[in-house]
């Protein structure tokens, strides 16, 4: 395998999340010497820039982060030198052989491997896809000196038969082992940490069971609304935009077995075994929600429907509270929630994993049972884990209370720059390290979970409940 030339494709290079998340990502890679020698980065889309223009667009949201000082703007120069811009149409493969006479001009063709993100709307990724294969860019998987490797965003599909025939279309191009379904929590440094917290702590492994457990509760919260992406977030709604997929995602992590290994596909097989134990929801499992004007740090914010983004009647949800019910000898009984919400008092992610509390306790018999234990696992912001235990209070009577066992990481790791998301899933593609993408039967679990009420509530046309802007009353 030839690891020092690869050139990677960004589809759909002018905008935001190729922007905002891609290029910086890469250039964090870069400026550490993570990426092979010789990689080479084409930016393709459909406006019209020169390469100079196209870099100074990118430039913006590029930080030294790793390596702050003098070689920051020696980096950033070295940077952007290797990269390149074309554009065209996504549905002509004419474009993408000009994009190929590009890359021959600019990089080692023949022998550099081809990455290609998809940073476009899931309407397009079949059309891109049938283009680039016609064109004759793809190289088969994993063959000879070359690989090329396409990398996807969710949304994938709005419901499990949307989702199948986005998987068909890619599949007339890529094989599954060439796609790269990213779910970028899954490369959140917390959320990687949840197998490390349930498989190498051997305390907890004897705990995590109904027997101890009585309830997992995963919460997101965000303080801003749709901020002008209505147009996709309506046509979605909150369940399909974090709990189909990120939400989900750490509920198997959280509850799934461990894995026989670390290997990819061990890891995938518990997850794919969890996911098909949840029973699918009904109606009544979920409540939804929509927020209407309120305020917010003294800003007075707009209700949803009035965004002009979104249509003025929408039914779409932007809160939702979901019980989930896992069917198996270690979780029966035992109920997890997500809840999820856009528009509320604060940016939150976290895990709540409450313990037993016991009315037979020694410590009953001083007036009051000592309340339950609880983990609580903060994904963002302020990464940390925190245990809360019970106490005694200092002082001659035994008097106890709560107390939490705090590991923040502003505290514990202040040396350490925690990664973006993508730096880690991105540098995973390269090294060809698939644990944290999603493979295709994970999907379609997920989707079967969440297809009939999606389905339920959009033919009955199910009125969300409706909460101010900037209030947790719904969750
Ligand atoms: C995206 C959703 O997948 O995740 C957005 O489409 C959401 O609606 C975002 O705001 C949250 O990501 P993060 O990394 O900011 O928590």
Avoid at 156 to 164: E, H, Y
Avoid at 171 to 190: N, P, T
Avoid at 379 to 404: A, R, S, Y
Wanted: hydrophobic fraction near 35%; charged fraction near 25%.
């Amino acid at each position: 395998m030839n690891n020092n030339d690869l050139n990677i494709v960004v589809l759909g290079a002018s905008g935001d999340l190729a922007r905002k998340k891609i290029f910086p990502s890469l250039f964090s890679l870069f400026c550490q010497g993570f990426l092979p020698k010789n990689s080479k980065f084409f930016g393709f889309s459909r406006s019209k820039y020169s390469h100079e223009e196209f870099r100074e667009k990118i430039t913006a949201d590029l930080t030294c982060r790793y390596t702050p000082g003098e070689s920051c703007a020696e980096n950033m120069q070295n940077f952007l030198d290797c990269c390149f811009y074309q554009n065209g149409n996504y549905d002509s493969s004419d474009a993408f052989l000009n994009l190929y006479e590009l890359m021959s001009e600019k990089s080692n063709v023949s022998k550099a491997s081809r990455l290609f993100y998809y940073a476009i709307p899931p309407s397009l990724f079949g059309v891109v896809a049938k283009s680039i294969g016609d064109s004759g860019l793809v190289l088969c998987g994993s063959c000879g000196e070359q690989w090329s490797r396409t990398v996807i965003e969710k949304p994938f599909g709005r419901d499990r038969a949307s989702s199948d025939r986005l998987t068909e279309e890619l599949s007339a191009v890529f094989i599954e082992e060439q796609i790269y379904r990213i779910d970028h929590y899954l490369g959140k440094e917390m959320v990687q940490n949840i197998q490390v917290t349930r498989f190498a702590n051997e305390i907890f492994k004897p705990l995590w069971r109904a027997q101890h457990i009585a309830r997992v509760d995963i919460v997101w919260g965000e303080d801003i609304g749709v901020e002008g992406r209505g147009g996709y977030f309506d046509d979605y709604g909150i369940i399909r935009d974090v709990v189909q997929n990120h939400l989900l995602q750490i509920l198997a992590l959280v509850a799934m077995d461990e894995p026989a290994s670390l290997a990819a596909n061990h890891i995938r097989d518990q997850k794919v075994k969890l996911l098909r134990s949840i029973k699918v929801l009904t109606p009544e499992d979920v409540v939804i929600g929509q927020y209407s004007a309120g305020v917010l740090n003294g800003r007075k914010v707009e209700a949803y429907r009035d965004d002009p983004t979104v249509a003025d009647d929408s039914l779409t949800p932007t809160f939702t509270k979901v019980q989930l019910t896992i069917d198996n000898d270690r979780w029966r009984g035992v109920p997890f929630t997500i809840s999820a919400g856009k528009g509320v008092a604060e940016k939150l992610s976290e895990i709540r994993i409450k313990f037993h509390a016991s009315d037979s306790n020694i410590f009953c018999s001083t007036g009051a049972c000592p309340p339950p234990n609880e983990l609580i696992i903060r994904i963002q912001p302020n990464e940390g884990i925190h245990l809360n235990i019970v106490n005694k209070k200092p002082g001659v009577k035994m008097d106890f209370h709560t107390e939490k066992l705090d590991l923040s990481y502003n505290k514990a790791y202040k040396e350490n720059i925690i990664p973006d998301a993508y730096e880690s899933l991105i540098l995973d593609v390269i090294r060809e390290e698939k644990a944290l993408f999603i493979r295709k039967d994970e999907l379609e679990a997920a989707w079967d979970i969440f297809t009939p009420v999606l389905h339920y509530l959009e033919e009955n046309k199910v009125e969300p409940k409706m909460y101010p802007f900037g209030t947790n009353g719904m969750m």
